[in-house]
């Protein structure tokens, strides 16, 4: 099936500083990708929509100005947690959807990024 | 999307068959129903999607009842290592792909 990649796995940082997480799809283009966050034993929580070409849909709540998303290529996509706190602590997680694939809501999930902020 | 309710954990032996039930009594017309395994500090990982009746992979088997109101996830002679938490989802058609994540079902597989 399709892949999608995330870097890095973990990542430790200072309080202040930013973050960035990639997302790739190995072997298919992806117009949209997905960005989700998941809090220990908590579910998946959607956090925005990433276009590429164009400006990222974020959820209600989610601050823009602090989760910076690019996705400049079909496919890549940047996620960058700037001014980080421990707040901010969590497992990042990409998807993307494989339209040639086939199928119908079947998306293809990174491996997670989780971000532990000192 | 559809709202979905699963029961919060589930405990199985091993070799069992195991069938994880699913509500979503608001499920649209063109909803899909999807079932992701998660397993810690990991992404989703696709199981099974279905639109009615009976679908079977090579690693699940999905029930769907005419209504399509609920679902049922069957995994047959479970091991431990089908320890993990599995979500059931609703997705609408080909048009719109987002997902949304419910509390899913832990299910712990006991030698």
């Known amino acids: 099936g399709a892949v999608v990649s995330q870097h890095p796995s973990w990542v430790i940082c200072k309080s202040g500083t930013s973050v960035k997480i990639e997302c790739r799809s190995l072997d298919f283009q992806a117009t949209t990708m997905f960005w989700y966050r998941q809090f220990p034993k908590q579910s998946l929580m959607l956090m925005a929509t990433?276009?590429?070409?164009?400006?990222?849909?974020?959820e209600q709540g989610v601050e823009k100005d602090k989760f910076l998303i690019n996705h400049a290529s079909l496919t890549l996509s940047t996620l960058t947690v700037t001014s980080a706190h421990p707040e901010d602590s969590s497992f990042y997680i990409c998807s993307a959807r494989d339209w040639a694939s086939g199928g119908t809501g079947e998306l293809f999930f990174g491996e997670g990024s989780r971000l532990t902020v000192l | 999307l559809a709202k979905t309710t699963q029961p919060i954990s589930m405990d199985s032996y091993e070799g069992q068959e195991v069938n994880i039930t699913c509500s979503h009594n608001?499920?649209?017309?063109?909803?899909?129903i999807t079932w992701y395994q998660q397993f810690p500090s990991q992404g989703p990982r696709f199981i099974i999607q279905?639109?009615?009746t009976k679908v079977t992979n090579e690693v699940a088997s999905l029930f769907i009842p005419a209504d399509r109101k609920s679902s049922t996830l069957s995994l047959p002679r479970v091991s431990l290592s089908d320890t993990a938490v599995y979500y059931c989802?609703?997705?609408?058609?080909?048009?719109?792909?987002?997902?949304?994540f419910g509390k899913g079902t832990k299910l712990s597989v006991i030698p």
């Open positions: 608001n499920i649209a017309t063109n909803d899909y």
């Open positions: 279905g639109y009615k």
């Open positions: 989802l609703m997705s609408s058609g080909a048009g719109s792909y987002q997902l949304t």
């Open positions: 990433s276009n590429e070409g164009s400006k990222a849909t974020y």
